[in-house]
């Protein structure tokens, strides 16, 4: 079944609908922009949105560096930050406390809440600026861009609602990593590869591993589209939380050609596929883990070994791909709670 909504993190499923018919970005239609919140991020999350979380801590004085790791100086400054704002200091980044961090930035403001703001509109909706910290005639143009994209009054101004819309929208992964290549599996998408700041953190990190053991590029199927919602051929993958990854092959060649782990034999699935590597496949599961500290939920795939191993779980039509689901310690939707 597909997890029911709510609270305010669901997206619309009639928007996934139009906007996985979308070919360009600029297609997509605009977001029910009342209806998201900031991600709650916690020790072990990464990406865009931590390296956000800590320029705007920076900009309050706390030198942490924003590297984009929630670890233990993250969490000693939100903390910190939480008790001098009169909020109870849990180290976890709620609504809360996002809204008591972002700042209304215009023209000629400077700092590095500026620097979270410009990177948050590059790594979101591509905005190719250069992150000086500065305000700009560039930066203004980017955040119209955005406000327009999402469709909320473009006034050129980041305010309360377009920082919450900024960080809680999608990213795509960084495809031109060679680490790192994209597969569509029609009559899916081919744009649908949107996902949470920590979703693409963690595959882009795993893969950097596995490609640097030797066992050649991650190949990444279905995510999300742009702003999530329903997606044909899945149950799933509406909130950006969920990725299908391809087994690894023998050749290393997972990117051109896909792989079931079995062979048959006597009518039945046997092991193993003479194109399959179980190796290497085990390598990007543990890979999948280790990048994703507390954050990986669990990952599907059909391998007898592996889920005796206790690496995966048995799921139906998960043969041929692994499905990664990623959590959060507070969500919506409890199938996505840590």
């Not at 500290?293 to 206790?310: Q, R």
């Amino acid at each position: 079944m597909r997890p029911g909504a709510r609270g305010q993190r669901r997206r619309p499923l009639l928007l996934g609908i139009l906007l996985s018919l979308a070919v360009l970005p600029a297609l997509s239609a605009p977001v029910a922009a009342a209806t998201h919140a900031y991600p709650v991020l916690s020790r072990g999350s990464q990406g865009t949105d931590v390296r956000v979380l800590q320029y705007l801590l920076r900009a309050r004085g706390y030198a942490v560096t924003a590297d984009g790791s929630f670890g233990t100086p993250t969490v000693d400054a939100l903390r910190a930050f939480q008790s001098s704002a009169g909020l109870t200091a849990t180290g976890l980044a709620s609504t809360t406390t996002w809204g008591r961090l972002v700042v209304t930035l215009g023209s000629g403001d400077r700092g590095s809440a500026v620097k979270a703001l410009q990177l948050g509109l590059n790594k979101k909706n591509g905005a190719g600026l250069t992150v000086t910290g500065v305000f700009d005639s560039r930066t203004r143009g980017a955040v119209v861009a955005f406000q327009r994209h999402i469709g909320i009054t473009a006034d050129g101004v980041a305010g309360a609602q377009t920082w919450r819309l900024l960080v809680w929208h999608f990213e795509e992964p960084r495809f031109g990593l060679a680490s790192l290549c994209a597969y569509s599996n029609p009559p899916n998408y081919d744009r649908a590869h949107w996902g949470t700041a920590e979703t693409v953190a963690g595959l882009e990190r795993a893969a950097v591993r596995v490609y640097g053991g030797g066992y050649g590029p991650v190949a990444i199927g279905d995510i999300s589209v742009q702003h999530g919602g329903d997606i044909a051929g899945h149950v799933y993958h509406e909130e950006g939380l969920d990725a299908d990854v391809r087994p690894m092959r023998d050749a290393n060649n997972q990117c051109s050609s896909g792989v079931t782990w079995y062979r048959w034999s006597g009518g039945n699935k046997v092991c193993c596929n003479p194109a399959y590597d179980r190796t290497a496949t085990r390598v990007l599961i543990r890979a999948l883990q280790a990048a994703s500290p507390g954050h990986l939920h669990y990952i599907w795939f059909n391998d007898p070994k592996l889920i005796a191993e206790g690496l995966t779980r048995y799921h139906s039509g998960h043969d041929d791909h692994l499905h990664v689901s990623y959590c959060e310690v507070s969500y919506s939707i409890a199938a996505y709670e840590c």
